[in-house]
């Protein structure tokens, strides 16, 4: 009867460590798509001012210039030294 219910006990506390450490591996895995989703938005927003500031340029006659640093970091999508 003791060995009944000490492989009982074990049971019970091998359930709850791994209920534990599932309650973690679901915190860590919300945090991650937590920094995805901020960082989409920042990519977002660095988007946006990034048109914003194409614009500017073209209007004063900087286009080409701002163009070509553009064209020039962004080649094979690696940024390249100035």
């Given amino acids: 009867m003791l060995a009944g219910a000490a ?5 019970q506390r ?4 791994e ?3 599932e ?3 679901k915190q860590e895995l919300q945090a ?3 920094r995805d989703e901020d960082l989409a ?3 977002e927003q660095l988007k946006h001012k990034l048109e914003e500031l194409e614009q500017l340029a073209k209007g004063q006659g900087l286009s ?3 163009n ?7 080649e094979d999508g690696k940024a390249l030294p100035n």
């Fill in 68 to 74: 070509f640093k553009h064209a020039r970091a962004t």
């Fill in 23 to 25: 309650e973690l591996r």
């Fill in 64 to 66: 080409g210039l701002f």
């Fill in 14 to 17: 091998n359930s709850r460590s």
């Fill in 7 to 11: 492989v009982i006990f074990e049971v």
């Fill in 19 to 21: 209920a534990r450490k």
């Fill in 32 to 34: 991650l798509k937590q």
């Fill in 41 to 43: 938005r920042e990519v």
